[in-house]
């Protein structure tokens, strides 16, 4: 089983900054790949961005058209974490922003953490 708990959210204004943390624990050999998802009020959730494991396709990343340039995705293996560095806030990036731990086909989330972007 694997635990991942997200950190880092709050209320900032537009233009702002903010960065999200992703911690797993548990059995969290083989990871493949984490990424942060969001879910505004009525809107189905969306990917954010991606990162995926040395091992299984090089550490790449990837991120919606919607925040390239803007935010960052990085993670640290020593302590099992991703982060989200969110800069140039919009209000449109309001919303709960959620974990997601894959491997060997299961996926875990965390409960999700709010950003409010609003002045």
């Known amino acids: 089983q694997v635990q991942v708990l997200e950190s880092g959210g709050g209320l900032v204004q537009p233009g702002g900054s903010l960065r999200l943390s992703c911690a797993a624990s548990?059995?969290?050999?083989?990871?493949?790949?984490m990424a942060w998802y969001r879910q505004a009020p009525t809107k189905p959730r969306e990917l954010v961005a991606i990162?995926?494991?040395?091992?299984?396709?090089?550490?790449?990343?990837d991120y919606n058209d919607s925040v390239k340039g803007r935010f960052t995705i990085s993670r640290d293996d020593d302590k099992n974490s991703v982060y989200l560095q969110m800069s140039s806030l919009k209000p449109e990036d309001t919303g709960v922003y959620y974990c997601?731990?894959?491997?060997?086909?299961?996926?875990?989330w965390g409960q999700g953490t709010q950003v409010t972007v609003s002045s």
């Open positions: 997601r731990y894959h491997r060997r086909a299961s996926d875990y």
């Open positions: 548990g059995d969290i050999s083989n990871f493949e790949f």
């Open positions: 990162i995926f494991s040395e091992n299984f396709s090089g550490g790449n990343t």
